[in-house]
């Protein structure tokens, strides 16, 4: 059975489509997992039905059978493979449903159909129905950006202001703060990770940090370096029990962490939350949500044209509006999430074909969601543990991170430095071995310029090695992995 068994607004599936298949290959898990502990909501399965996961997952992705046939991809951190059913999605909106938006001829409606249905796409995704809403864009680099100027017209930012930024901070999420602070002459205060591995983040250093000229603060749910997940519930109870109370907005950064597990702007209750689409399987896009009190906050401030009513959200914060074909990818998206929770529960999904609300993706629920990402989890623990047992028995490796394998509280974004090798002679040695992976300061500068002042890393642009794995990568890719790693390492 196909993803593409109906087309995204009910047109008949191209010849391009890529069919799931059920091998009969079995991988081998090649290692106990004795560390990793799964988050409660991680469904356990047998090893078999574990190894039938994988290849079903990687049935979606047709680089799998070609480009990366003879390469383990291990670069996800930098952006996630994309399934079929999404790729081809996107071509057929271009195809057969390219038109401007609101012209109201029936081309345009369809197109229309697509973006709204891409938003509502993401807001189950992210659980953020009923409280807030989603802007989207090109890259959360450029939506944060946003965020940061549109808080500058705003004129909520005065001098003497104080902007706690987290120093694991993407740039992304760094950057606009503190050029935003310089422009109106607010403080910059940096919540710092610890000084030695594995670089923790303390809560009571974000408390004493806190006053009441507090207005913003930056974090990353996740660290794109370090890997660790911050309690992002706990920072928010902090915030509001802080000195400055509700006027103090959360800014997190979602990236590193919404490929791995689920989102929840409702239990959460944090102001601003972004996630780059492209590296959770989908085009290259990104979302930034906003509870409702937040975007009322900037009113007007939105970057979008004059006579837009600054009620009128998220229009006003999309300026040039998003990418339709790229929303047809995001909508495409939810086959993907619909498929890996019937494979994991052992049924098939079942698909729409309704051409009046957009087609099978329609149908995504947050308890499909929250299936798939139970599901995604349990087929990243035993990865994350092959990879962490294999560096911490190397004596001159220091893991760059939490040193333990946990899927509560890091995800499988390793990164390391060795002792007596560069960063970059170990990055060209793997990548030689057959395994797609970076070095460097992952966008982290601040983080490592300060790793270099402690005597940890070599130099900004040598940085760390980081392997970056996602659950369609398997425990025999790893395995060959640690069996290149011993003997490199």
């Given at each position: 059975?196909?993803?593409?068994?109906?087309?995204?607004?009910?047109?008949p599936a191209s010849a391009g489509?890529?069919?799931?298949?059920?091998?009969?290959?079995?991988?081998?898990?090649?290692?106990?997992?004795?560390?990793?502990?799964?988050?409660?909501?991680?469904?356990?399965?047998?090893?078999?039905?574990?190894?039938?996961?994988?290849?079903?997952?990687?049935?979606?992705?047709?680089?799998?059978?070609?480009?990366?046939?003879?390469?383990?991809?291990?670069?996800?951190?930098?952006?996630?493979?994309?399934?079929?059913?999404?790729?081809?999605?996107?071509?057929?909106?271009l195809l057969f449903n390219n038109?401007?938006?609101?012209?109201?001829?029936?081309?345009?409606?369809?197109?229309?159909?697509?973006?709204?249905?891409?938003?509502?796409?993401?807001?189950?995704?992210?659980?953020?129905?009923?409280?807030?809403?989603?802007?989207?864009?090109?890259?959360?680099?450029?939506?944060?950006?946003?965020?940061?100027?549109?808080?500058?017209?705003?004129?909520?930012?005065?001098?003497?202001?104080?902007?706690?930024?987290?120093?694991?901070?993407?740039?992304?999420?760094?950057?606009?703060?503190?050029?935003?602070?310089?422009?109106?002459?607010?403080?910059?205060?940096?919540?710092?990770?610890?000084?030695?591995?594995?670089?923790?983040?303390?809560?009571?250093?974000?408390?004493?940090?806190?006053?009441?000229?507090?207005?913003?603060?930056?974090?990353?749910?996740?660290?794109?370096?370090?890997?660790?997940?911050?309690?992002?519930?706990?920072?928010?109870?902090?915030?509001?029990?802080?000195?400055?109370?509700?006027?103090?907005?959360?800014?997190?950064?979602?990236?590193?962490?919404?490929?791995?597990?689920?989102?929840?702007?409702?239990?959460?209750?944090?102001?601003?939350?972004?996630?780059?689409?492209?590296?959770?399987?989908?085009?290259?896009?990104?979302?930034?949500?906003?509870?409702?009190?937040?975007?009322?906050?900037?009113?007007?401030?939105?970057?979008?044209?004059?006579?837009?009513?600054?009620?009128?959200?998220?229009?006003?914060?999309?300026?040039?509006?998003?990418?339709?074909?790229?929303?047809?990818?995001?909508?495409?998206?939810?086959?993907?999430?619909?498929?890996?929770?019937?494979?994991?529960?052992?049924?098939?999904?079942?698909?729409?074909?309704?051409?009046?609300?957009?087609?099978?993706?329609?149908?995504?629920?947050?308890?499909?969601?929250?299936?798939?990402?139970?599901?995604?989890?349990?087929?990243?623990?035993?990865?994350?543990?092959?990879?962490?047992?294999?560096?911490?028995?190397?004596?001159?490796?220091?893991?760059?991170?939490?040193?333990?394998?946990?899927?509560?509280?890091?995800?499988?974004?390793?990164s390391f430095v060795h002792k007596?090798?560069?960063?970059?002679?170990?990055?060209?040695?793997?990548?030689?071995?057959?395994?797609?992976?970076?070095?460097?300061?992952?966008?982290?500068?601040?983080?490592?310029?300060?790793?270099?002042?402690?005597?940890?890393?070599?130099?900004?642009?040598?940085?760390?090695?980081?392997?970056?794995?996602?659950?369609?990568?398997?425990?025999?890719?790893?395995?060959?992995?640690?069996?290149?790693?011993?003997?490199?390492?």
């Open positions: 059975m196909s993803l593409r068994a109906v087309g995204i607004l009910g047109l489509n890529y069919a799931i298949t059920h091998s009969t290959t079995r991988l081998s898990t090649q290692r106990t997992v004795s560390r990793a502990q799964a988050r409660p909501s991680c469904k356990m399965t047998t090893g078999e039905a574990r190894n039938q996961l994988y290849e079903q997952s990687r049935s979606q992705f047709p680089v799998f059978d070609k480009a990366l046939a003879h390469m383990a991809f291990m670069e996800n951190a930098g952006g996630s493979q994309v399934p079929a059913c999404v790729a081809d999605a996107m071509r057929d909106h038109a401007q938006l609101g012209a109201g001829h029936e081309l345009s409606k369809r197109s229309t159909a697509v973006v709204e249905k891409a938003h509502n796409v993401i807001k189950t995704i992210m659980n953020a129905h009923g409280v807030g809403e989603i802007a989207l864009a090109g890259a959360t680099s450029t939506l944060f950006a946003m965020l940061a100027d549109s808080y500058r017209r705003s004129k909520k930012i005065q001098h003497g202001d104080e902007i706690i930024i987290h120093d694991s901070s993407h740039e992304a999420n760094a950057g606009p703060w503190v050029r935003l602070a310089e422009e109106t002459g607010a403080v910059v205060k940096w919540w710092r990770v610890k000084e030695c591995p594995p670089f923790s983040t303390s809560m009571e250093d974000l408390q004493q940090l806190l006053t009441d000229k507090t207005k913003i603060v930056a974090l990353p749910h996740v660290s794109n370096l370090l890997g660790e997940v911050l309690d992002i519930a706990a920072v928010v109870r902090a915030v509001r029990d802080g000195p400055a109370g509700g006027t103090t907005r959360v800014v997190a950064d979602g990236v590193a962490y919404a490929p791995h597990l689920p989102m929840d702007m409702k239990a959460w209750g944090v102001d601003w939350y972004g996630f780059s689409v492209y590296k959770t399987w989908g085009p290259h896009m990104a979302a930034l949500y906003g509870s409702h009190s937040a975007f009322q906050d900037l009113k007007e401030a939105g970057p979008n044209h004059y006579w837009i009513s600054g009620t009128d959200v998220p229009m006003k914060f999309e300026l040039g509006g998003p990418a339709h074909e790229g929303c047809a990818g995001i909508v495409a998206l939810s086959r993907y999430f619909q498929f890996m929770t019937a494979q994991s529960q052992g049924s098939q999904p079942a698909h729409s074909s309704s051409a009046s609300d957009g087609g099978a993706a329609a149908d995504l629920d947050r308890g499909t969601v929250e299936a798939a990402y139970a599901t995604f989890c349990h087929m990243e623990a035993p990865l994350q543990a092959q990879l962490i047992d294999c560096l911490n028995q190397h004596p001159n490796v220091t893991i760059v991170g939490p040193q333990t394998a946990n899927t509560a509280s890091r995800v499988a974004t390793v007596t090798k560069t960063s970059d002679e170990l990055d060209a040695a793997i990548q030689r071995a057959g395994f797609a992976i970076r070095h460097g300061h992952m966008y982290a500068m601040r983080l490592t310029e300060r790793l270099v002042d402690l005597q940890y890393v070599r130099s900004p642009a040598d940085g760390v090695v980081r392997i970056s794995l996602l659950h369609y990568n398997t425990p025999e890719e790893v395995q060959q992995l640690v069996s290149a790693l011993d003997k490199m390492l």
